[in-house]
């Protein structure tokens, strides 16, 4: 069975600190790993990654994929309060376009 | 616009009603799924879709059902046989790479 495994649970930072989310995966046929961001509604996309040791970057954000050990993580620099949220890795097979989400890390960026 | 439209936001139901969650996009995307969110958890898959007329159990299917007669509408019924039907309703669309998320149902049961 796929799973999607995620640490911390929970994490309270301040403002300037750095953060570092981890995912890990078993996934029989894996395709992509996603991270998104889901502050009350609908997840919202981050990244997306498929090679190992790419680092894919978006402003204070950051993500790298390693394929062999079977972990991602994301990081994000210089917290804000806006950056408060639950973040949640998903990963993707290679048949059926299937999501495997895991439980997400909850971030709280206090003033 | 393209996107996914979730109806209604929030609903209430009775205990032992059925209730079907509406589900409808604009992208033109084949693949079509339903998602269950717990307070503090992970989104977990109920059904998917990856063509009109054709849709399979996810992790959670038991007490669910869904019907995929247009390629734009993946409605999901909530029947009385779910135990625990108070959560938040996710639905999602796909084609390769790219998911597109509706905003979301809260169903609360009493």
């Known amino acids: ?33 996603l991270w998104y961001k889901q502050e009350k509604k609908a997840p919202t996309f981050l990244f997306m990654l498929t090679s190992s040791g790419i680092e894919k970057k978006s402003g204070r954000l950051s993500s790298i ?20 949220a639950v973040y949640l890795c998903a990963v993707e097979e290679a048949a059926g376009n299937k999501l495997t989400f895991g439980g997400g890390t909850r971030v709280l960026v206090k003033p | 616009d393209g996107g996914i439209t979730q109806s209604p ?30 307070p503090g958890q992970g989104l977990r898959l109920i059904y998917y879709s990856q063509i009109v007329n054709d849709f399979q159990k996810g992790d959670i299917a038991e ?16 029947t009385s046989a779910q135990k625990n039907p108070t959560a938040f309703y996710l639905c999602a669309s796909s084609e ?15």
């Open chain 1, 1 to 33: 069975e796929d799973k999607v495994v995620q640490s911390p649970l929970s994490l309270v930072v301040h403002e300037g600190d750095t953060v570092t989310l981890n995912c890990s995966y078993e996934v029989t046929n894996f395709r992509s790993l």
């Open chain 1, 65 to 84: 994929l390693d394929k062999k050990e079977l972990f991602s993580i994301l990081n994000i620099t210089a917290t804000q309060t806006g950056d408060s």
């Open chain 2, 9 to 38: 936001k929030y609903l209430f139901r009775k205990e032992g009603q059925n209730v079907t969650l509406s589900c409808e996009q604009n992208l033109n995307h084949d693949a079509m799924y339903w998602y269950r969110q717990d």
């Open chain 2, 63 to 78: 007490g669910y059902s869904v019907s995929r007669e247009k390629k734009e509408s993946f409605p999901l019924t909530v």
């Open chain 2, 96 to 110: 390769n790479y790219g998911y597109t998320f509706g905003s979301g149902t809260r169903l609360t049961v009493v």
